[in-house]
């Protein structure tokens, strides 16, 4: 029998008493949420389905998935299903990464406007690229790129950016032809720090006039108009930092490069080293220190707290597309991009069915695959019921 790997459900339902005790009364409703499926996720509490092997006959129970996005068990499927999507959509030219990074001085604007200030970083972000890039000077093209919202650091501090994964090239101005950017540059970084702090902070202000910010307790001295300039014009002096990365290769490489950043949440199961007397100690890499990889002991609790801050609001879309390449118009740009690129159909990828079919292969005997025989509700599996749902009962 295997080890029971610590897991971040381990660490919810062992402090979920201390936790709600201290910040119960804070939390939103999306976040009650997200504690509660994430500690029944794979256990009695939300069913099973009840499968036997084809050639051993070989019985076995499967509990099932809560399917939350912010759960660090449920998003390998969602991942892989999104990228045999995304794959059948890549151009086969050099990508870019480029990251827009909010300040750390927007962080408590941030934590009581999140719906709204997301909405301004993608908004701002995909504005400042596709300006740039129309620009002859630099580029002189329509692009089409996605973007990814991370809310956090390796930390789990606040920490809002934007990853733009950017073919190296775009669709020229007129269609006719596909303009590639230099092998070993794509877009001035300064250029797009200047615009892009420069159309946030006017947004910003546009908000704060159609008073669209929510002002509480530590912002409440904002409120006055001469308070909120002031603020504004502090933002103003320092540079906003934006990473353009060199480009660095085709659809092949541009999808594992996907997969590290489409599906994270705030931190993953296989960061997790140990849980001890109330402290979990888990690896972050120090970005400051060339990456090294380092050693955190946090309070469960404060551990808790710092997940929960990341939980998107309800219906928030974290994934987008820009310049030719939303739904609308997606297919028709794409296949005139492939055809200026004289670019062969690429293959289809192993679908997820397939994958599936391969990964259910019966564990015992390893020949047999496993057959779907029923479902097992909760009540018949004589569920307990959770510390999680006992707080949330109680609160």
Known sequence: MTQHRLEVADVFRQHAQEFFARWGHTLSAAQRKVFRDICACRTPALGARFEQCTHCSQQNVQFHSCRNRHCPKCQSTARDQWLERTAKELLPVPYSHVIFTLPGALSSLVRQNARLMYNLLFRCASETLLAIARDPRRLGADLGFLAVLHTW??????HPHLHCLVPAGGLSLDRSHWVHSRKRFFLPGAVLGRMFRGKFLALLAAAFRRKRLRLLGELQTLQRPEAFDRFLRSLRKPKWVVEVRAPFGGPEHVLKYLARYTHRVAISNGRLLALRDGQITFRWRDS?????QKVMTLDAVEFIRRFLLHVLPPGFVKI??????PNVCRAKALQLGRALLRASPQPDPLSIRQRHAIERKCPYCGIGTLCLLGYLPADLLNCPATPARLTLDSS
Not at 288 to 292: C, G, V
Not at 320 to 325: K, M, S, T, V
């Open 153 to 158: 650091n390796q930390k789990m501090l606040a």
């Open 288 to 292: 400051a220190d060339h990456k090294t």
């Open 320 to 325: 987008r597309h820009f310049g030719f390449l």
